[in-house]
């Protein structure tokens, strides 16, 4: 860069500084301008730029979580910038691809996944990079749109709205489109959630795919059926029993105790536990199931009949870890296989289960991590075990 007047005769450091108090899309646009801006934006023989670009958009610093997460590999500050503001262009622009939309969710996940821990000993600080997120989901409304139909956005775009978990879906009462929006929401979620189709010995009962890994739209489906329902059943006079949701609800180590627990307790096991339980009075789950067989029929027109018995109710659980050897014989369900990585012992735990009505039951179960990162847990209640020998 020749000498003279103007940006040309500061030093690259000097420039530098002055770029770090752009936008990044300003930064690249001024690598345009000539071969010594180019070299000072992209080729600088460090990070420093793109680090200081990245933690004054504002972002998370990602050494935070990476250090908890065991990870020491080295950030990519340029790279995953451009990334998340490449998915914030997408997310807004109404010429985007199915590909292009698939691509921002994973990103929109990736940051969820990194975002910083809640720090022990320290005032609750939320999470800027969530707070981007939300930020960017709300004023594009990326998640309702039509292009979302084949297989893999399906599950990351569920994969993500699990864990904004309907709170980005609150409606006003003269929000008709809304109020639309949701109804068709909660009548997909409960036929997925209660056709009987959908749980078998191949996918252990539950939400998850034959290799291990989590079915997201299945996920999503159960959490919007107990939302829907918790909201709809709750009374206004008493004490509000939904639990804490939204993105910062899925940070590490949110959860109360989670900084001070036992270094053996990974999961976090120990503790105490609100359980949510919902379901269909069994005469309609099996109504509901013959009208799923039928394919002439429209299984979500069976929830916009006045009359069908769903409940819900929740139980505080109060668990503890125990050694395997001291779990009782009548613990029956299959055990989970032990596990061959230390960080991650596959653990056992028993306590107690209290009702509304003050009826206590013992619980018992384990929690393993599969061979593919998933955590799994499984257990069983006396009332059950009880149920069974009768």
Not at 23 to 29: C, N, Q, S, T
Not at 81 to 88: D, G, P, S, W
Not at 106 to 132: D, I, M
Not at 135 to 164: G, I, K, T
Request: aromatic share 12%; net charge negative; charged share 25%.
């Amino acid at each position: 860069m020749k000498r003279g007047n103007g940006i040309p005769s500061l030093s690259p450091e000097i420039i530098e500084h002055a770029l770090i108090h752009c936008h990044p899309r300003h930064v690249a646009a001024f690598s345009q301008t000539c071969r010594a801006a180019y070299k000072i934006v992209y080729h600088c023989g460090d990070q420093y730029l793109w680090r200081q670009l990245f933690l004054s958009y504002p972002f998370d610093d990602p050494r935070e979580s990476l250090e908890r997460l065991r990870r020491y590999t080295p950030f990519d500050w340029k790279s995953e910038l451009q990334r998340r503001v490449l998915a914030e262009a997408i997310s807004r622009s109404p010429r985007a691809t199915p590909e292009e939309l698939t691509d921002a969710l994973e990103t929109f996940l990736n940051v969820v996944h990194t975002a910083s821990p809640v720090t022990q000993g320290y005032k609750r600080v939320p999470s800027q990079s969530l707070l981007w997120v939300v930020d960017v989901l709300q004023s594009s409304n990326m998640l309702r749109s039509p292009l979302f139909d084949h297989y893999n956005s399906s599950q990351n775009l569920a994969h993500l709205r699990s864990y904004l978990a309907l709170t980005l879906d609150d409606y006003d009462e003269d929000d008709v489109c809304g109020m639309e929006w949701m109804r068709s929401l909660r009548a997909r979620s409960r036929c997925y959630v209660y056709d009987l189709g959908n749980y078998c010995r191949e996918n252990d009962w539950g939400p998850f795919w034959k290799n291990g890994c989590v079915n997201w739209v299945h996920v999503e489906s159960i959490i919007n059926v107990l939302l829907s329902n918790l909201a709809e059943f709750s009374d206004p006079s008493q004490i509000d029993i939904r639990p804490p949701c939204g993105l910062e609800a899925t940070r590490a180590y949110s959860a109360p105790g989670a900084t001070t627990r036992n270094p053996k307790d990974w999961p976090g096991i120990e503790g105490k536990w609100a359980r949510y339980v919902s379901f269909l009075d069994h005469r309609d789950l099996h109504a509901f199931n013959l009208i799923t067989r039928n394919f002439h029929l429209d299984g979500g027109s069976f929830f916009d009949r006045a009359r069908y018995g769903e409940a819900i109710f929740s139980l505080d659980l109060n668990l503890h870890l125990v050694e395997p050897d001291t779990v009782p014989d009548y613990y029956t369900l299959e055990r989970f296989p032990e596990s061959d990585n230390p960080l991650y012992p596959t653990l056992y735990f028993s306590g107690t289960s209290t009702g509304s009505q003050e009826n206590e039951d013992e619980v018992i179960g384990s929690v393993y991590m599969n061979e593919v990162g998933v955590v799994r847990w499984r257990f069983v209640s006396t009332m059950v075990i009880r149920l069974l020998r009768m």
